[in-house]
C-alpha cells in the first residue's frame, strides 16, 4: 500500500474551506437561475460572485440571529415559550428575506434583478431554498465520503 499522508484541519481552516465551498454553490446556484429562469438576471459573473457572497454573508447572520433567539425561548418552560419560538423563528427567516433582498438592491441595483411576484420575493427565495439545499446535499456527501473509525471508507 502507498505511503498515506494524514491532514489534520484547524478550525480556521475548517471555516474557511466550509465558506469557500459555501459561496461557491451559492454562485453556481445563482448563475445557473441567471441562466435558466427569467426571474433572475444579473449582470455579469463578477457581480454574482460579489452576490453569493453577500448571500452568505447574510445568511450566517441571520441563522446565528435565528439561533440566539431560539436558545433564548429553549431555556424557557411551558408551551407559550415553545409557541414564541416558532413565531419568532418564522418571523426571522421571513422578514431577513426581505432585509437580505433590500441588501442586494442597495449594493448592486439594477444589475441584480429578482422579478415575478411580490416584487421579486418569491424568486429570490426559491433561489435561497436552492442554495441552502445544494449545501446540504454537498455536506451530506463531504461526510459519505470521510473514513470510518476503523480506517475503512464510510457507506452511505
Not at 451559492?26 to 427569467?38: I, R, S
Not at 454573508?57 to 433567539?69: P, S, T, Y
Not at 413565531?87 to 442597495?106: E, Q
Amino acid at each position: 500500500m502507498a505511503n498515506q499522508e494524514t491532514y489534520q484541519l484547524n478550525n480556521p481552516q475548517r471555516l474557511f474551506l466550509r465558506y469557500t465551498i459555501a459561496v461557491l454553490v451559492a454562485l453556481t446556484v445563482l448563475n445557473l437561475f441567471e441562466e435558466y429562469w427569467d426571474r433572475v438576471e444579473i449582470g455579469s459573473f463578477t457581480i454574482s460572485l460579489a452576490t453569493a457572497f453577500l448571500l452568505q454573508l447574510l445568511l450566517v447572520m441571520v441563522i446565528g440571529l435565528e439561533h440566539r433567539v431560539a436558545s433564548y425561548f429553549k431555556g424557557k418552560p411551558g408551551v407559550a415559550s415553545r409557541i414564541c419560538r416558532a413565531l419568532s423563528t418564522w418571523l426571522i427567516l421571513l422578514v431577513s428575506k426581505f432585509v437580505m433582498l433590500g441588501a442586494i438592491d442597495l449594493a448592486f441595483g439594477e444589475r441584480v434583478k429578482f422579478s415575478g411576484p411580490f416584487h421579486g420575493i418569491v424568486a429570490f427565495i426559491v433561489v435561497v431554498i436552492t442554495m441552502i439545499l445544494a449545501e446540504e446535499g454537498m455536506r451530506k456527501i463531504y461526510f459519505a465520503l470521510a473514513d470510518k473509525v476503523d480506517g475503512s471508507a464510510a457507506v452511505a
